[in-house]
């Protein structure tokens, strides 16, 4: 059995963690160890099956698979954390070394294997020993009906505040492009404050809309920007504050690669 530690609240470790399954466990299910608050949406899981993080000392999994943080969220996650015989693996995301690394605990997870999923900074790559760079491949998806070509999609699973900044993101950017468009938000939920101007739409996955956007404009979190890597000339990112991820380093060498 594979096991699956994703800890995390929002949707973006789950997202990755799919792909991650599809691009390395291709066909075989997993559990799926979380706290995220989108584990009622079946779209989200597919296959795999979904348990609380505090069930993983009940499990014997032949395969651990921590991502993002090797210590857990909070530093919950040592060696002893391991199951017996479980075999380990790590799934490396640009973090802020600096505020995460003193969670670490005494007696940390030497993983049998590390997966680098993006560029890392010094500090945090040499944390890690040795490791390998990884692609990661999303599920296949159809593209939803109901989002016209050349809309301009808002794409963000986060709280009103945020996406009301994003909102105003496009909007500038239309403006200083002398255009007009179609706002689509895709998100989870349609927040209550929405302008009349915008539509929405749930689609997850969001991906298969992006060939036909003219522009999309998210936040700078991993997912976002793997996914856009195809389309970096029309990929509008607005970096937010976060606890550990770094969406500032990871829009900034997005755009030095042509975002």
């Known amino acids: 059995m594979i096991a699956c530690y994703v800890r995390g609240g929002g949707l973006g470790h789950l997202t990755r963690i799919r792909a991650y399954l599809h691009t390395c466990h291709p066909g075989e299910t997993a559990t799926i160890l979380t706290a995220s608050a989108f584990t009622a949406d079946p779209r989200v899981a597919g296959p795999h099956r979904l348990l609380p993080v505090e069930a993983l000392p009940s499990l014997r999994p032949s395969t651990l698979v921590v991502d993002a943080f090797p210590a857990g969220l909070d530093g919950e996650l040592s060696a002893a954390s391991v199951p017996p015989g479980a075999r380990t693996i790590h799934l490396a995301r640009l973090l802020r070394w600096d505020a995460y690394r003193r969670l670490l605990p005494a007696d940390p997870i030497v993983f049998d294997e590390t997966w680098l999923l993006e560029g890392l900074t010094a500090e945090h790559r040499a944390s890690l020993g040795p490791a390998a760079p990884l692609t990661l491949g999303d599920p296949p998806s159809a593209a939803p009906r109901g989002v016209s070509e050349g809309s301009w999609l808002v794409v963000h699973s986060g709280a009103w505040p945020e996406i009301q900044e994003l909102l105003g993101y496009a909007r500038d950017c239309a403006a200083a492009e002398g255009v007009r468009p179609r ?49 970096r000339a029309k990929h509008l990112m607005l970096p937010f504050p976060r ?17």
Request: net charge positive; charged share 20%; glycine share 4%.
């Open 183 to 231: 706002l689509v938000l895709v998100s989870p939920r349609r927040p209550g404050e929405l302008p009349a101007d915008v539509e929405h739409v749930d689609a997850y996955p969001a991906w298969p809309l992006f060939a036909a956007a003219a522009r999309v404009v998210t936040a700078a979190g991993f997912n976002a920007v793997r996914q856009m890597s195809r389309w």
């Open 243 to 259: 606890r550990f991820d770094d969406q500032f380093a990871r829009a900034a060498a997005a755009r030095a690669s042509g975002s």
